[in-house]
């Protein structure tokens, strides 16, 4: 019996997809619910899983092909279950090591592009991603080992004004969106950035304070993410036309913090987001990004695990930068930037003292916002941060 494979229904602010990489070959035997493709979409990757045991028959989408929510990608024969199942166990047995090579073929859509563009064989790749799959970065260091420079200079063409070596790599469908998005907030917002500082002292020892009898009795670490949320959803409450947006004409204020926090993969930037970050305790929120992170690393978050946010946290401290302007994650109103702490010298009551400072950036939106409440809701975040006993450890 042939069963149509079709790609997985599409979220409506998704309109289609790229086949990203096709994990087996026409003529395969899989298992039931075992990886068979991966789509790209603006988003996301989404898998494709085999509807039962059986063979793949025929791809009808090439890899690069651009497909539609829930169109027709391949067929798949389970008509001779009997054969199905004796091919399985003789691939279990005789042929458990092509497996196993084959296992090491797998590779993520970043990791395909590049073996793609350098004609490299996945076989002879060391895989450390997660399920023996080749990651970009397994890539990059087999082409830095490589013998054979001139093996990798196939897709590589010559300027013919200056005589030296140019790559030509199209954008991911990511990057593409990301690079859309952006341009348009750009254009389409009177954008503003307040910035202002904060003594992460109080923080840091209270971290040092509570932070072993935090993991004892949440088993996550105490970071310092959590205070920023909560402190961003208690600013929230007291200005909430920073947690507003525009709607054409209108204001929408939203009766709920949603906290996006931005996450940096391969692929380029996702912003998951914390749902009703009001309602959870700090331990709940460190939770939640910690589990988003390793989920945004690994290519497994759902398209409903990004969707929504009324407001924006951007972290590049974890880069080393010391002070930036983030660009609004449309149509949110407000973008607070967190960045690197450093030691300086400050005044504390008339005295000259070395604190671990950081600096804080808010870009907001200025047809919505006026400075007084951008500056003064950053100010409360501020204050927030530097008395961390208004805020509630949950211990």
């Keep these: 019996m042939t069963i149509q494979i079709k790609a997985p229904t599409f979220p409506e602010s998704v309109a289609d997809g790229t086949i990203a990489n096709w994990l087996k070959k026409e003529g395969d035997i899989v298992k039931q619910d075992e990886i068979i493709a991966e789509i790209e979409t603006d988003k996301v990757v989404l898998e494709v899983v085999a509807p039962n045991e059986g063979k793949l028959s025929k791809i009808i989408k090439a890899e690069g092909d651009i497909v539609l929510s829930?169109?027709?990608?391949?067929?798949?024969?389970?008509?001779?279950?009997?054969?199905?199942?004796?091919?399985?166990?003789?691939?279990?047995?005789s042929e458990q090591k092509p497996i196993e090579e084959n296992l090491l073929k797998?590779?993520?859509?970043?990791?395909?592009?590049?073996?793609?563009?350098?004609?490299?064989?996945?076989?002879?790749?060391?895989?450390?991603g997660k399920g023996n799959r080749v990651t970009k970065e397994d890539v990059i260091k087999h082409l830095e080992k490589s013998e054979s420079p001139e093996k990798h200079q196939t897709k590589k063409s010559t300027s013919p004004?200056?005589?030296?070596?140019?790559?030509?790599?199209?954008?991911?469908?990511?990057?593409?969106?990301?690079?859309?998005?952006?341009?348009?907030?750009?254009?389409?917002?009177?954008?503003?950035?307040?910035?202002?500082?904060?003594?992460?002292?109080?923080?840091?020892?209270?971290?040092?304070?509570?932070g072993e009898e935090f993991l004892k009795q949440h088993e996550v670490k105490l970071g310092f993410m959590g205070f920023f949320v909560i402190a961003a959803v208690q600013a929230l409450k007291k200005y909430p036309l920073v947690n507003a947006s525009i709607d054409g004409s209108d204001i929408v204020y939203h009766g709920f913090q949603d906290i996006g926090v931005a996450v940096s993969t391969e692929r380029g930037l996702v912003v998951p987001v914390i749902k009703d970050a009001d309602m959870q305790s700090l331990s709940e929120i460190e939770k939640s990004i910690l589990n988003y992170s390793v989920k945004a690393r690994d290519g497994k978050l759902s398209m409903?695990?990004?969707?929504?946010?009324?407001?924006?946290?951007?972290?590049?401290?974890?880069?080393?930068?010391?002070?930036?302007t983030p660009i609004l994650n449309a149509p949110q109103t407000a973008i607070l930037g967190m960045h690197s702490i450093q030691d300086r010298?400050?005044?504390?009551?008339?005295?000259?003292?070395?604190?671990?400072?950081m600096y804080l950036a808010m870009s907001y939106d200025h047809r919505l916002l006026d400075g007084k409440e951008a500056v003064s809701f950053l100010v409360s975040i501020k204050e927030q941060l530097e008395s961390p006993e208004r805020l509630l450890l949950n211990l």
């Design 304 to 324: 409903d695990e990004m969707q929504g946010g009324t407001f924006t946290i951007s972290n590049g401290g974890v880069f080393g930068s010391l002070l930036s």
């Design 106 to 128: 797998k590779a993520g859509p970043a990791a395909k592009k590049l073996i793609s563009e350098n004609n490299l064989d996945k076989s002879e790749i060391k895989s450390s």
């Design 161 to 210: 004004i200056s005589g030296r070596t140019e790559k030509r790599v199209p954008m991911s469908r990511l990057r593409a969106t990301i690079a859309d998005r952006l341009l348009t907030v750009k254009q389409n917002t009177a954008m503003l950035t307040t910035f202002n500082e904060v003594d992460m002292q109080p923080i840091k020892d209270l971290r040092a304070k509570y």
């Design 345 to 357: 010298p400050v005044a504390v009551d008339g005295n000259v003292k070395i604190r671990p400072m």
């Design 70 to 93: 829930a169109e027709i990608i391949g067929e798949f024969d389970n008509s001779s279950t009997e054969s199905t199942q004796q091919d399985l166990k003789v691939n279990k047995t």
